[in-house]
């Protein structure tokens, strides 16, 4: 890489590098273990609500398939 990339990227200054690297604090520890346990409830939602669409799905496809057959067969027995 092109060591002259970050020449002319602005830099922070002292204070926000200070700021930046101090250690968190135990309610910011906390709100951000609260915000990925909301998202991660969120994402198993979201699955579950996809599964359950293409069970159903699958049961709609696997019922008309049946009720196709049924008709291409009583229809064949009909023409003979």
Do not use: H
Not at 19 to 25: E, G, R, V
Not at 30 to 52: G, V, Y
Not at 63 to 78: G, K, P, R, T, V
Request: hydrophobic letters at 45%; charged letters at 25%; aromatic letters at 8%.
């Amino acid at each position: 890489m092109d060591p002259s990339i970050w020449q002319n990227a602005p830099s922070v200054s002292v204070n926000e590098n200070e700021m930046l690297c101090k250690p968190f604090s135990e309610i910011e520890i906390k709100n951000a273990l609260d915000q990925m346990e909301k998202k991660i409830k969120l994402l198993d939602q979201t699955k579950s609500r996809l599964n359950s669409t293409k069970v159903v799905g699958i049961l709609s496809r696997v019922i008309l398939y049946n009720f196709l057959m049924i008709f291409i067969i009583i229809e064949w027995i009909l023409v003979e």
